[in-house]
DNA sequence: CGGACAAGTCGATACGTTTCGTCTCGCGGC
DNA sequence: GCCGCGAGACGAAACGTATCGACTTGTCCG
């Protein structure tokens, strides 16, 4: 992150502008629900939360930038409105490993169709895909905090199946097994290639628990 | 794709200038390698071929557009090349379905790690998911073909594989099944969680097939 | 204790640059 | 002679930078 010779100096975040940053915030969230990420520009957001323009790219290095953290506040506020104090929320533990990932794949994807989570979202999976640096940020600050759940969840469900017939293999490699189940559902959405359904989610959750081939 | 009411008329391909068209795909392509996807302009595409902006804009309505089919023509020239009449490819069938799949998943990771093709290819999908009539152009043109041979591949291991212990389940959705191998691939490449290996793609293959739990 | 001063962010806007997409030329090939 | 072609002029839109006075905040000196 930080710059080996930073061009400019730093500005000085203890005098920053929390009211500035929250209009930005909405401003960018707006105007990407109205027009689009592709017709969203710096211009426009500053314009709409009556913000100088050298406000946002004092702070901000890029649109996508502005709008990843416009993105993360909103899920904050949301969270904390939930009554959660901490915006992390948990995979269900029921016991059944089946049934809790069906449910939480089931909720993403109805996540993944709702157009106020999934324009944002994919304008800045996109961005992320071709800029690196956001990319990298986008996934730290984002992805990865999700997908840590599920290894939890699949961590508890080792050590708490012993043997039954639903028990984890040994030596399970439960990053690779998170990406069985979440890659299927990204590449859905992202691609468009069929639609994204609760079935659909069921079917992942099944072929990636009890292989394609089978048992005897 | 046809608009109802055609704004302007629909120019006469007929007499459309083939040396154009390649000076174009050419001149793309060497723009997207060298200064990357977002800085390249149309106006940069046209002055490197040595065509005026009006051609461009005559026969494709967008930047990614061009570099679809700038890349499509890339694929179907090397494949021409390599000595196959038609741009299709098939998934080795050497009866050992594991063994086949890992195979391909190891020469697409191969792809998706050299930069001549993740530079275009990567741009491509991400613009594509962001502006869906080119999204569809890209899954149905690019995408699609590619998957269909996966799903060709089961369907033979279905057939063949009567009742060994590797043979496909009863009633297995090859759709699913294919994006359950691909998705995880995509996924990593796509957001750059972690480093795309072939351990990666065997593990994939082996889960798929197999499953996260334990065979009693 | 308090007033002057320096520093730094703020909204606003002017500025030069780049690229966009359209339009208008002659030129030349079918 | 129609029409695609190369070339480039054109106005509109954003870009990212620079500069302005207004305002807030923290420091220092009387």
Redesign the pocket.
């Known amino acids: 992150m930080a710059q080996s010779t930073d ?15 929250r ?2 915030y909405d401003a960018a969230l707006t105007m990407v629900g109205e027009v689009g990420y592709a ?9 709409r ?11 901000w ?3 996508g930038a502005v709008l990843l953290e416009a993105f993360l506040d909103l899920g904050e506020r949301a969270a904390r409105e939930a009554g959660a104090e901490e915006a992390v929320y948990e995979i269900p533990d029921t016991g059944d490993l089946e049934a809790d990932l069906k449910a939480v794949l089931r909720a993403t994807v109805d996540e993944l169709n709702n157009p106020a989570y999934d324009i944002p979202y994919r304008a800045l999976a996109a961005e992320g895909i071709v800029d690196p640096a956001l990319g990298a940020e986008f996934t730290r600050r984002l992805l990865e905090p999700q997908l840590r759940l599920y290894v939890e969840r699949l961590r508890a469900a080792r050590s708490a199946g012993a043997g039954g017939a639903g028990a984890l293999r040994d030596g399970l490699d439960l990053r690779v097994a998170l990406e069985l189940l979440v890659g299927p559902l990204a590449h859905r959405w992202l691609l468009r290639t069929l639609p994204l359904t609760h079935d659909y989610a069921d079917a992942v959750v099944e072929y990636a628990l009890y292989g394609m081939t089978a048992r005897s």
Do not use: L
């Open positions: 061009g400019g100096k730093a500005p000085d975040s203890a005098r920053r502008s929390e009211r500035s940053r209009a930005i017709r969203t520009t710096i211009e426009g957001i500053a314009a939360a009556g913000v100088g323009k050298q406000t946002i790219y004092r702070w290095p890029s649109k």
